[in-house]
């Protein structure tokens, strides 16, 4: 089943998000799950100019919504491409491997960051549909341990659960829109 959100202005696109299965298996909920959680992401940006989205709606943080919308290509570049299919690919916004640079949303546009995230969730799809269980394993660096699949969609879940409460507050302070 998907909910269809309304787009906040006339004449934007609207976003379709999953509603998870009430009774459904691990992997699907889990998928379901993720999935609405990228589609509210997408809810948030929606109706907005690019300088909305590059704007600072909450002085003194630099955070904005383009800049959360290219740290989540980030985080799922890292964790499905790098950890989960062992990619040695760079970051797409840090030569040097900083995570923190996606969030300077500098100039880019709706398009740039958007493509570059969009892309990422079709990677991410892709080799988690490919995984032959969430029990398939990765090496994380950072943590120094091997991660399951599993664990990377739930901390993928909880990333993007996150961040959207961030994009709540800066929606809000863009143009006063709130829900979805």
């Avoid at 998928?31 to 909305?52: I, M, P, Q, W």
């Amino acid at each position: 089943m998907r909910e269809t959100v309304a787009a906040p202005q006339t004449g934007a696109m609207t976003t379709e998000r999953p509603s998870p299965p009430l009774q459904g298996g691990e992997r699907e909920t889990l998928r379901a799950y993720l999935d609405f959680h990228r589609a509210t992401l997408a809810v948030k940006c929606e109706g907005l100019s690019d300088e909305d989205l590059r704007r600072r709606s909450m002085p003194p943080s630099a955070l904005t919504l383009l800049g959360l919308v290219r740290h989540m290509a980030e985080v799922e570049r890292t964790w499905f491409r790098k950890v989960i299919n062992g990619e040695d690919v760079p970051l797409v916004w840090s030569a040097d491997g900083d995570y923190q640079a996606a969030y300077d949303a500098g100039a880019s546009t709706r398009g740039e960051a958007f493509a570059a995230w969009l892309a990422e969730v079709e990677h991410a799809r892709r080799i988690e549909r490919e995984a032959v269980s969430l029990d398939v394993t990765g090496y994380q660096p950072r943590w120094a341990a091997h991660v399951s699949l599993r664990l990377v969609m739930h901390h993928l879940c909880h990333e993007y659960a996150r961040h959207n409460g961030h994009a709540d507050f800066l929606r809000e302070g863009i143009d006063g829109v709130t829900g979805a």
